[in-house]
């Protein structure tokens, strides 16, 4: 999947599904734009794409803040006049909590970073997409379709993901802009590591998750970028506006959530 000459835009790049998409667009010879707003692990993304032979650059920028992103937009299209692909990675999952219980603060927090970066994002890269067309890849959830309990915030963020692109899709597909997700599942990742360390037994927590994936095991962040590759790459120029799991049968399953 030939990426050469492509300017590549991965938000969230300074870790997990985020730098393993911007690794995987590296080494199709895409110009990749790490952006991030923990300038170090960022930095640190960008730094070793480039010691591989890869072509990239970091820009430090909270993706939940309309003029960090216009900036970043501007600054990502100078790389050559264009912007040719947009990965929205960036998120978080927020506090553990029913709506009664999680303050407002939270919920806005959440919401900004999961799913107002999406619709920011977009608004100020498509412009750059208009004259050649391009292709944007989302990071929904399998929390998109089916829910655990507590994690109201995020779970409604990471539905409406998968509804604005649908929405978006159809926007923008008479413009040669495929806007397309990925809903992952249960993916090894810092983040994931750090919830089963906080349940007290970080094996006993992973081997439960496992038990719960028809595959038998977590997903790991390449397997998630090796998706959202393709959908960015020429080979789905037909696909627009679908979500595809990558959650090792989960969503087949239909899995009931525990407390």
Same mark, same amino acid.
């Given at each position: 999947?030939?990426?050469? %000459?492509?300017?590549? =835009?991965?938000?969230?790049?300074?870790?997990?599904? $985020?730098?393993? *998409?911007?690794?995987?667009?590296?080494?199709?010879?895409?110009?990749?734009?790490?952006?991030?707003?923990?300038?170090?692990?960022?930095?640190?993304?960008?730094?070793?794409? !480039?010691?591989? /032979?890869?072509?990239?650059?970091?820009?430090?920028?909270?993706?939940?803040?309309?003029? %960090?992103?216009?900036?970043?937009?501007?600054?990502?299209?100078?790389?050559?006049?264009?912007?040719?692909?947009?990965?929205?990675?960036?998120?978080? !999952?927020?506090?553990?909590? %029913?709506?009664?219980?999680?303050?407002?603060?939270?919920?806005?927090?959440?919401?900004? *970073?999961? =799913?107002?970066?999406?619709?920011?994002?977009?608004?100020?890269?498509?412009?750059?997409?208009?004259?050649?067309?391009?292709?944007?890849?989302?990071?929904?959830?399998?929390?998109?379709?089916?829910?655990?309990? /507590?994690?109201?915030?995020?779970?409604?963020?990471? $539905?409406?993901?998968?509804?604005?692109?649908?929405?978006?899709?159809?926007?923008?597909?008479?413009?040669? =802009?495929?806007?397309?997700?990925?809903?992952?599942?249960? =993916?090894? *990742?810092?983040?994931?590591?750090?919830?089963?360390?906080?349940? /007290?037994?970080?094996?006993?927590?992973?081997?439960?998750?496992?038990?719960?994936?028809?595959?038998?095991?977590?997903?790991?962040?390449?397997?998630?970028?090796?998706?959202?590759?393709?959908?960015?790459?020429?080979?789905?120029?037909?696909?627009?506006?679908?979500?595809?799991?990558?959650?090792?049968?989960?969503?087949?399953? !239909?899995?009931?959530?525990?407390?």
């Amino acid at each position: 999947m030939d990426m050469k %000459d492509q300017v590549v =835009i991965v938000t969230g790049a300074g870790q997990g599904i $985020g730098e393993a *998409t911007a690794n995987r667009f590296a080494a199709e010879g895409a110009s990749v734009v790490v952006v991030d707003k923990n300038k170090s692990t960022g930095n640190e993304v960008a730094d070793g794409i !480039q010691r591989d /032979g890869g072509k990239a650059c970091f820009v430090q920028a909270d993706v939940s803040i309309a003029d %960090d992103v216009r900036a970043m937009a501007d600054q990502a299209a100078a790389v050559s006049g264009k912007i040719d692909v947009l990965v929205n990675v960036a998120g978080v !999952q927020g506090m553990v909590a %029913d709506v009664v219980e999680l303050p407002e603060e939270e919920w806005h927090r959440v919401m900004d *970073t999961n =799913i107002t970066s999406v619709y920011l994002c977009s608004k100020y890269c498509i412009p750059h997409m208009f004259e050649a067309g391009g292709a944007i890849v989302n990071v929904a959830s399998m929390q998109s379709y089916f829910n655990m309990p /507590g994690s109201s915030a995020y779970a409604a963020a990471k $539905g409406g993901i998968v509804s604005l692109t649908r929405s978006m899709a159809l926007d923008f597909a008479r413009k040669n =802009i495929r806007i397309n997700a990925v809903a992952p599942g249960y =993916i090894d *990742t810092p983040l994931l590591r750090g919830f089963a360390q906080a349940s /007290g037994d970080e094996n006993a927590a992973i081997d439960k998750w496992c038990s719960r994936i028809p595959i038998g095991r977590l997903q790991t962040p390449e397997e998630v970028a090796q998706v959202i590759l393709f959908l960015a790459s020429a080979k789905a120029s037909a696909v627009t506006g679908v979500t595809y799991p990558v959650d090792g049968g989960m969503m087949t399953a !239909q899995p009931t959530w525990e407390a």
